[in-house]
């Protein structure tokens, strides 16, 4: 496997449902993202880990809750989420967190909340 | 706050018709501006990087331009694969880390 992967592409919840996302990067990278993006709307930063620490959470939901437990994987662990919720859920690495750093995406989860 | 606005929404093309698509942008110390092309149900796929006013960066049929207040991305006879939305994207450093704002993307279609 190569660049950055994506566990599951979809996923159908109920609101009651606890699921998590995961993601993956082969790329050597020290520093995780994820992006929630909804139609007709720029990509939204939800989280961001630079060497398995957080180092921003922009006014997420606690019912978003992230987990790094290294520098190569991350994940989004999701409970009693809203119908708004629903979107495309991005991952995304770079090397570090500097200003030259270029960020290389995921496939993306498509997230449905019912 | 920083802000990027990219013109126009959409854009139909006919095969071998150019056309540039804009991203105009406010922003303290930009570090970066990125174009990044997104296909239906994918993440996006980085293009380029640019870094100062007056750099330019070419791949294949795109030409990304920089300027103090905007960034032009120019498609060149452009073909139905090049059919995709493409995103602009500035880099700041806020409170000491690296900040990135998108746009909402410009829909491009291709038409043979």
């Known amino acids: 496997e190569t660049g950055v992967t994506q566990t599951p592409r979809h996923l159908v919840m109920g609101m009651t449902n606890k699921k998590s996302l995961k993601c993956e990067q082969h790329?050597?990278?020290?520093?995780m993202y994820w992006y929630k993006q909804s139609a007709k709307k720029p990509l939204e930063l939800m989280f961001v880990?630079?060497?398995?620490?957080?180092?921003e959470n922009n006014s997420v939901p606690s019912r978003f809750s992230p987990e790094c437990p290294n520098s190569s994987h991350l994940f989004l662990h999701l409970h009693t989420l809203q119908p708004e919720d629903s979107a495309l859920y991005l991952c995304?690495?770079?090397?570090?967190?500097?200003?030259?750093?270029?960020?290389?995406f995921g496939p993306g989860t498509r997230l449905t909340v019912l | 706050e920083d802000q990027v606005t990219q013109s126009p929404e959409a854009l139909r093309l006919q095969e071998g018709e150019s056309s540039s698509l804009n991203c105009s942008y406010t922003?303290?110390?930009?570090?970066?501006l990125f174009w990044y092309r997104q296909d239906p149900g994918k993440g996006p796929e980085f293009l380029f990087t640019?870094?100062?006013a007056g750099e330019e960066k070419e791949k294949e049929r795109l030409k990304a331009t920089l300027t103090k207040k905007e960034s032009f991305l120019h498609i060149t006879a452009p073909k139905p694969e090049d059919s995709a939305t493409y995103l602009c994207?500035?880099?700041?450093?806020?409170?000491?880390?690296?900040?990135?704002?998108f746009g909402t993307g410009t829909k491009l279609q291709v038409i043979p």
């Open positions: 880990y630079n060497f398995k620490e957080q180092t």
């Open positions: 640019l870094y100062s």
């Open positions: 994207a500035v880099q700041a450093i806020s409170g000491g880390y690296q900040k990135v704002t």
């Open positions: 995304a690495s770079s090397h570090g967190i500097a200003d030259t750093d270029t960020q290389y």
């Open positions: 790329l050597g990278h020290n520093a």
């Open positions: 922003v303290s110390g930009l570090r970066g």
